[in-house]
């Protein structure tokens, strides 16, 4: 019987998947869309997840939770250095999830023997788990292939001397990676630099070792990246995104929704509106804050403006510079988080000034809004290099924010002519994000593949 033909309910035993998100927003996201997408196949589904940053069972009836220990004191789970949050998570879930594998393993579990594990990039350590107990394990990227490609190149740069990053300012060109300057390789502020070589290493290394990646992304946009990981990595290899267009997930938003920006939106002029959002981890400095108030306000646009608690650092609240809020009365509106992916769909948005994390890329492509890029740290600088200078559907804000130049760039964006050409590069982006995900579309047939490849293990 060739097992690659059945689907998993004709299957004679249930086929149960563990899927194991990194618990930041960016990551959680996505894997619960991508859990949606098993479920619909008939796969169970049952999701390990740590304390810090949990999900809401109650909001997800059709998979299963199991928490885990992760080990982490509340100073730890409020620090600002992601690299050394998820270097504690590598190490800390390690026992705890073997326990846990090794009792749901033991049990005689109406929802079926275990298949296979699912698990976010940066959660390297379920591999060992996974080789441990003999069972498959596939791996959700959920940051972009382009930027995978420079990960799996920092040997390379680090022997050419690219890499530690001596002036993070450099234009100089990287010319094994176009169009990529130093500046735009990923950098993050850390206190211990080796942290990120070393999770870079253990990913890549860990790649290889795996049974199959999983990328929330689609040829028509990274066409020459997830060519040259399939190239490099020998292992089966599904690109199925835009994910979040098959579920929203936005029940997997971490703080409320405020969906009054919608209501105020419906009475703005068609795609008049810049939207401001730099997710859910990005930071700045309290100057930083005033330039985008005053750049914002001098621009003369109508904007919608995300401010998060912990927008600046060193302080919860965040207030605004004194008389922005008369200034733009009636023309802005500043709210704590956004249902983002209604807001990018609204007609009235005709802008989108991002941090370029993936989901957010991804979800302005799919709703074929041009963006204004402002990366922060990691993948970011890559993906805004990406949009700007290959898919040419975006322009970059670069060496300091100062409000002349960002109100400058809003109408470069907004008005002027270059931001109606982005505007086209991305309506046609959008329609092949729509056409790969219908009969015959490559992420279509690609998420065939992964259901046909899990029903083989
Ligand atoms: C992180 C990293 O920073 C990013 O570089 C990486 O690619 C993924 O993980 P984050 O910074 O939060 O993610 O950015 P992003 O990937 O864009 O994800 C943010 C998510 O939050 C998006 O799905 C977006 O729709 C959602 N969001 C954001 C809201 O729902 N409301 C908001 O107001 C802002």
């Known amino acids: 019987m060739d097992r690659s033909k059945e689907g998993p309910g004709q299957h004679r035993k249930p086929t149960h998947l563990v899927l194991f998100p990194c618990p930041l927003q960016g990551h959680i996201t996505p894997m619960i869309q991508l859990a949606a997408i098993l479920h619909s196949k008939g796969f169970s589904i049952t999701i390990v997840h ?48 073997n326990d846990l594998m090794a009792q749901m393993l033991s049990e005689e579990d109406p929802r079926g023997s275990i298949r296979c594990i699912v698990s976010d990039a940066l959660m390297h350590f379920t591999q060992s788990v996974a080789d441990h107990f003999k069972i498959p394990r596939i791996i959700l990227r959920t940051s972009s292939a382009t930027s995978f490609v420079t990960c799996a190149a920092f040997p390379l740069l680090r022997e050419k001397g690219y890499l530690p990053i001596q002036d993070p300012q450099s234009e100089m060109p990287v010319s094994e990676l176009p169009p990529l300057r130093i500046k735009d390789l990923p950098n993050i502020s850390t206190d211990n630099s080796d942290t990120l070589y070393e999770l870079v290493a253990h990913m890549n290394n860990e790649t290889r070792a795996s049974s199959g990646l999983i990328y929330n992304s689609f040829d028509h946009i990274e066409e020459t990246a997830l060519a040259k990981i399939q190239q490099d990595f020998p292992i089966p290899f599904f690109p199925i995104g835009p994910l979040h267009k098959y579920s929203s997930g936005s029940s997997s938003s971490l703080l409320p929704h405020d969906h009054s920006c919608i209501i105020w939106l419906d009475k703005q002029a068609m795609e008049s509106v810049i939207y401001v959002s730099f997710g859910s981890l ?19 646009q109508p904007f ?7 927008s600046v650092r060193g302080s919860l609240s965040v207030e605004m510079p004194d008389g922005f809020e008369e200034e733009t009365q009636g023309r802005g509106l500043v709210v704590k988080w956004a249902p983002q992916q209604e807001v990018l769909a609204h007609p009235s948005v005709g802008g989108f000034w ?47 924010l100062e409000r002349e130049k960002i109100s400058w760039a809003i109408r470069r964006l907004m008005v002027e002519k270059e931001g109606e050409e982005m505007r086209r590069n991305i309506r046609k982006l959008k329609e092949k994000a729509d056409h790969c995900l219908r009969e015959g579309g490559s992420s279509y047939e690609s998420i065939d593949k992964l259901v046909n490849c899990i029903l083989s293990f």
């Not at 199991?66 to 026992?95: F, K």
């Not at 990005?282 to 330039?291: F, I, Y």
């Open 50 to 97: 740590t304390q810090f940053n949990s999900p809401t069972p109650s909001d997800y009836p059709n998979f299963n939770f199991e928490p885990i220990s992760d080990g982490l004191s509340t100073d730890q789970t409020q620090m600002e250095d992601v690299m050394a949050l998820i270097t504690l998570l590598n190490g800390n879930c390690h026992g705890p999830f």
């Open 282 to 300: 990005a930071s700045m400095e309290k100057k930083e804050l005033e330039e985008i108030a005053w750049g914002l306000a001098n621009s003369g």
């Open 304 to 310: 919608l403006w995300v401010v998060r608690p912990g």
């Open 354 to 400: 991002t941090h370029n994390g993936w989901n957010s890329t991804v979800e302005s492509i799919c709703e074929g809004v041009p963006m204004l890029c402002w990366p922060c740290f990691g993948d970011q600088k890559v993906n805004a290099r990406l949009v700007s200078h290959v898919l040419k559907v975006g322009v970059q804000l670069e060496n300091g």
